[in-house]
């Protein structure tokens, strides 16, 4: 079947005028507009898919977009932002180096993207003609049921007290009480479940092709819960996911991230990148370049495309985490460390490696980021022309792994004081995936670890769970406040045979030591005293300065008034 939901009414929903939580509609009929009325109330089955999948695009394209993976990921200790120069990036650098500002930041798009997922949300439940008990739109408005609930999920998580939004005609809301929108969330996840249908089998999302499914829903629904506390709840809700049979772990963790894993047994819930030279920039968008390797740089071996701009590397915090955590008995690493990150050393022994292409290599510790690779098999054919900006990957993007499923039932049952049973195996599915020896027993500080080790970078988890947890002021206090430059050969595969790089304060320190390869290691001139986790301020994203000038009723999140 075709792997992409018919988008044909994209131009006229993008066009159909949504009320912000915070600005009246003018009513002016504007000539040549289809009237909201006429297209939700005439339509067809046709035009309900049409309608959702405007709703699933903003999904992917905004709210799981640049906003949240870079917004939320690059300020959790465990990233450096990368980049081609320390003046690169904009609205990265104040996201990493904690200087947003109710004005400025990634939270300005994250919010309008959520918000207008709720509204077409919204507009779909309340406004679709369904008089002839049409599966398909019965289908349509629970999809429409979901993706409200996601969203005001992570607006609750966001900004801990958002705009409550639960009709379309909802005008000028007050700061949202959590208890009464949990709830929503709940009960939309809840009635979701009970409309859409689980996958054929293991195989049979493809047949589904990116939209959600019950177990989906569940899943999210367990989240929620465990998000609130509920753990109980949690884990009855998230063991119905798992012994639903339907999902199960990829043998090789190196492949989770490539297109080979598309429409696999280990996704939940992703969104699809047809692979169509001809369409490829409306399917797609640019965080294959903001995540590959910047080859201004490293020379890219012939295993990867061969530019990108270089966001988003690894730690050093996380580089040593990986090295202890995934360490196996025989002491090697595991295929999780593998496909998660590479030493420079490891990455020459590579086909067409040859050392870097400048030194040094800015913000980099000598690791790459191998979860986001830009792998050449992935490139959309004929995209490429005119690189950087218009080279595109034809792997989907994944919002829900199976593999997080399994840690929030975990995390759920660690959380209620058990130390074995369905939470321990759940813990050990994703430790012996990884290469790793199983638990015997399992606390609060292997789950997080586990959390830690296998989902880097993907959707703010660690940062978001750091502060949930109250670990942030202890973890996260000084992000930021350092820059670290790598020294190696340009044009040159010659290496120390070994990845644990020497630290050092000047160059003429690394030169002297004779080192090939070396990293420098100095404060921040603009950001090393400012930079890091601030208590009473960084538990919450500002809400955008737009929101608060033009919405009376909403009340700025406290740290963030002038």
């Known amino acids: ?51 959702i999948a405007s709703v699933y ?21 465990d990233h450096l932002c990368g980049g081609g120069s320390y003046s690169d990036g904009g609205t990265l650098r104040y996201t990493y180096n904690y200087a947003l500002t109710p004005s400025t930041g990634y939270h300005i798009n994250e919010y309008t993207s959520i918000y207008r997922v709720i509204y077409w949300s919204n507009m779909i439940v309340e406004k679709l003609n369904n008089e002839d008990n049409s599966a398909v739109k019965n289908r349509v408005i629970a999809e429409a049921k979901f993706s409200r609930a996601l969203a005001l999920m992570w607006a609750i998580r966001i900004w801990g007290t958002p705009p409550f939004m639960p009709t379309a005609d909802t005008e000028n809301p007050a700061n949202g009480d959590p208890a009464e929108m949990w709830k929503w969330v709940e009960d939309n996840f809840s009635e979701a479940a009970d409309v859409l ?24 629904l367990g989240k929620a819960q465990l998000l609130q506390g509920k753990y109980a709840e949690a884990s009855g809700t998230l063991q119905l996911v798992r012994d639903s049979g339907l999902y199960d772990l990829l043998p090789d963790f190196v492949s989770v991230t490539k297109a080979e894993s598309d429409w696999s047994s280990e996704n939940v819930f992703e969104y699809n990148v047809y692979n169509d030279p001809s369409s490829f920039s409306t399917q797609n968008d640019m ?16 295993d ?21 955590h995934e360490k196996k008995s025989d002491g090697s690493y595991s295929s999780r460390f593998e496909g998660t990150i590479c030493s420079y050393d490891d990455y020459q022994k590579k086909p067409g490696a040859n050392g870097l292409a400048a030194s040094p290599w800015i913000d980099n510790i000598g690791y790459i980021g191998m979860k986001y690779y830009f792998w050449s098999s992935d490139l959309i054919p004929g995209s490429e022309a005119g690189a950087p900006r218009n080279a595109r990957w034809h ?3 994944v919002f ?18 058990n130390t074995g049973g369905v939470g321990l195996d759940a813990l050990n599915e994703v430790r012996e995936r990884a290469g790793l020896e199983p638990l015997g027993s399992m606390g609060k500080e292997d789950v997080k670890n586990e959390r830690r080790a296998e989902l880097w970078g993907e959707n703010g988890d660690r940062y978001l769970n750091l502060i949930r947890w109250g670990d942030a002021p202890d973890v996260l206090g000084e992000v930021g406040r350092y820059r670290y430059d790598f020294y190696a050969p340009t044009r ?13 304060a000047t160059v003429e320190e690394g030169e002297a030591s004779g080192r090939n390869t070396y990293i420098v290691k100095y404060a921040d001139p603009v950001y090393g005293q400012s930079s890091g986790f601030v208590s009473g301020r960084d538990e919450y994203w500002p809400f955008p300065e737009s929101e608060i000038l033009s919405n009376p009723s909403l009340t700025q999140n406290p740290g963030w008034l002038k």
């Open 57 to 77: 695009r903003t999904l992917w394209s905004g709210v799981y977009g640049a906003p949240m993976y870079m917004g939320l990921a690059f300020p959790d200790g």
């Open 304 to 324: 990867g495309f061969t530019t990108g701009w270089g966001y988003s590397t690894p730690s050093p915090e996380f580089v040593e985490f990986m090295k202890e």
């Open 197 to 220: 249908p689980s996958k054929s089998g293991m195989g049979g999302q493809e047949e589904i092709g990116g939209r959600a499914t019950r177990e989906a829903a569940l899943a999210y």
């Open 395 to 397: 792997k989907n993007w």
């Open 1 to 51: 079947m075709k792997k992409i939901i018919s988008i044909c009414l994209l131009g006229i929903i993008a066009g159909l005028s949504f009320p912000s939580c915070s600005q009246d509609l003018l009513e002016i009929e504007q000539k040549g507009v289809l009237s909201v009325d006429a297209v939700y109330g005439g339509a067809d089955d046709e035009t309900a898919e049409s309608l």
């Open 400 to 417: 829900l792994r199976y593999s997080e499923v399994l840690l929030d039932l975990a995390e759920a049952e660690a959380w209620l004081g």
């Open 287 to 302: 965080r294959c370049m903001y995540l590959g390797v910047r080859s201004s740089f490293l020379n890219i071996a012939s």
């Open 492 to 504: 040159s595969t010659v290496t120390d045979g070994d990845s644990d790089y020497p630290v050092f």
